[in-house]
Nanobody, 119 residues
């Protein structure tokens, strides 16, 4: 199993930037495709971004394209989400998730990091 811990959340004004990090332990990060999800208060959890095991391919939810960048450093067992030009609609708890090779689901999740964007 892999354990995931998010960090880097906080409070920022609209138009600002934050960088979230997800540190993995217990297994080699390169065994997993990684993703970020978010859940706003009173709403369902939604996909934000995904990165392949090698880091060569990234996918983004439409509302964050051009503003968010997902990256990974397999040597450091970390995945990051650089969030730019934040809006109040980005306010949510952000979760890091790991998808094992050959498995269609994200089986491992962190506890989340709160991101709050003030207007």
């Amino acid at each position: 199993q892999v354990q995931l811990v998010e960090s880097g959340g906080g409070l920022v004004q609209a138009g600002g930037s934050l960088r979230l990090s997800c540190l993995a332990s217990g297994r080699t990060l390169s065994d997993y495709a990684m993703a970020w999800f978010r859940q706003a208060h009173g709403k369902e959890r939604e996909f934000v971004a995904r990165i392949s095991r090698s880091g060569q391919n990234q996918y983004y939810e439409d509302s964050v394209k051009g503003r968010f960048i997902i990256s990974r450093d397999n040597a450091k067992n970390t995945v990051s989400l650089q969030m730019n030009n934040l809006t109040p609609e980005d306010t949510a708890v952000y979760y890091c998730a790991a998808q094992p090779s050959g498995v269609p689901t994200y089986d491992y999740w962190g506890r989340g990091a709160q991101v709050t964007v003030s207007s």
